[in-house]
């Protein structure tokens, strides 16, 4: 057990990037237990969630702006989550680029589609760094403050093993119904 935990300790800052390139919300909760646990440094573990979120959304933007064409076999599946994502930025407009940190399912796809677009790309990268800050640290100070409670769930389900597939089963379904009832067709 050691072992693993000094392989947290070592490379886990190192996945939390990687992680935190695409997403990072389940690899920075990771990290928020691990630092409440005293295996990892939250300080640490927010500033990499940090930097490495705002460069992955940084990144989409220009990948999507500067090569459309060759995204577009890629997204012919996702044109509805798409079309949402576009619908949202409209909406809510710079907004979005917080909010999109917080929603699994379009966080990738919105600053794909804000690539597609004229908008600015100094602005978005501007909020893109501010939301990722906010994002990493309410995120972050959440999950350590939330630790004891985290790994009693985490005890309570290692001793009942039917709960977590059942969890996650659960949160897939709400997951595709949101996106579903999302990005339906609407009859005229």
């Not at 677009?117 to 978005?124: E, I, L």
């Not at 290692?158 to 119904?177: D, K, N, Q, R, Y």
Request: net charge positive; hydrophobic share 50%.
């Amino acid at each position: 057990m050691q072992d693993i935990l000094n392989s947290l300790s070592t490379y886990g800052y190192v996945v939390l990037f990687l992680y935190s390139l695409g997403g990072g919300m389940v690899a920075l909760i990771a990290a928020g237990v691990l630092s409440y646990g005293g295996h990892m440094d939250l300080t640490i573990s927010i500033l990499v969630a940090f930097v490495s979120n705002a460069l992955g959304d940084s990144l989409l933007l220009y990948i999507s702006r500067y090569n459309k064409a060759q995204m577009m076999p890629y997204l012919k599946k996702h044109r509805r989550k798409l079309a949402l994502s576009h619908v949202l930025m409209k909406k809510y407009g710079d907004k979005i680029i917080f909010i999109q940190k917080f929603i699994y399912g379009i966080k990738t796809l919105i600053p794909i589609v804000i690539g597609f677009t004229k908008y600015s790309a100094m602005k978005f990268n501007i909020l893109n760094v501010i939301s990722s800050l906010l994002w990493s640290l309410i995120v972050g100070i959440a999950s350590y403050k939330a630790g004891e409670t985290l790994v009693k769930a985490s005890t309570y389900i290692s001793a009942h093993p039917w709960i977590a597939p059942l969890m996650i089963a659960v949160l897939l379904g709400l997951l595709w119904f949101y996106m579903k009832m999302a990005t339906r067709q609407r009859v005229k």
